[in-house]
């Protein structure tokens, strides 16, 4: 069982917006900034959001994050058939001192 | 370019020892924690640990201390991931990746445990 809460899996239909939550508590999302990764079928994970939500150099600003008390969310808009994969949450957790992840939603475009 | 190469895939046997490495290349690799990352078959992604380079210093998850043995050495940029008695249920995908944001991620190195 993961640490922070996502939702299984969310979809939706090319060029529409969707947006995955990720649930955490005091010692983790709610002190601690949020990292978002894209995980494509079969490779390794890759950053998409750091520090809740700034983007690293190549990253589309389809991609946006957002904080709010314990909960973070990742919206993607403009969604492409190119954007099917898996995204997970992390943060740093100060009573585990060491970072945690969310479970990952997988995103399905119709 | 920034970069981390891990090892190529393993097959064990039960009870069996394995060391995997993790290559950083393009920057300053003593300069940053190397974490290492499991994802079993079909599951989402769990901290195994970090280490920082220059010094040596670990931290592990407290659901893999005991478990598993992170080690670098500098000199050759590398840091490894080791385990002395190796089970079934360690097979999964290890993936070693640049603390502090997790911005550059290895290829991931798949170790499969089975009699």
Redesign the interface.
């Given at each position: 069982q993961s640490v922070l809460t996502q939702a299984p899996s969310v979809s939706g239909t090319p060029g529409q917006r969707v947006t995955i939550s990720c649930s955490g508590i005091s010692s983790n999302i709610g002190r601690k900034t949020v990292n978002w990764y894209q995980q494509l079928p079969g490779t390794a994970p890759k950053l998409l959001i750091y520090s809740t939500n700034q983007r690293p150099s190549g990253v589309p600003d389809r991609f946006s994050g957002s904080q709010s008390g314990t909960s973070a969310s990742l919206a993607i808009s403009g969604l492409q058939s190119g954007d099917e994969a898996d995204y997970y949450c992390a943060a740093w957790d100060d009573r585990l001192n060491g970072p945690v992840f969310g479970g990952g939603t997988k995103l399905t475009v119709l | 370019e920034e970069q981390l190469v891990q090892s190529g895939a393993e097959v064990k046997n039960p009870g069996e020892s394995l060391k995997i490495s993790c290559k950083g290349s393009g920057y300053s690799f003593s300069s940053y924690w190397i974490?290492w990352?499991r994802q079993m078959p079909g599951k989402?992604?769990?901290?195994v640990?970090?280490i920082y380079p220059a010094d040596s210093d670990t931290?592990y998850?407290?659901s893999f201390e005991g478990q598993v043995t992170i080690s670098a050495d500098k000199s050759i940029s590398t840091a490894y991931l080791q385990w002395s008695s190796l089970k079934a249920s360690d097979t999964a995908i290890y993936?070693c990746?640049r603390?502090?944001?997790?911005?550059?991620?290895?290829?991931?190195t798949m170790v499969t445990v089975s009699s």
């Open positions: - | 974490g990352v989402g992604l769990e901290w640990g970090l931290r998850s407290p993936y990746t603390h502090v944001t997790f911005d550059i991620w290895g290829q991931g």
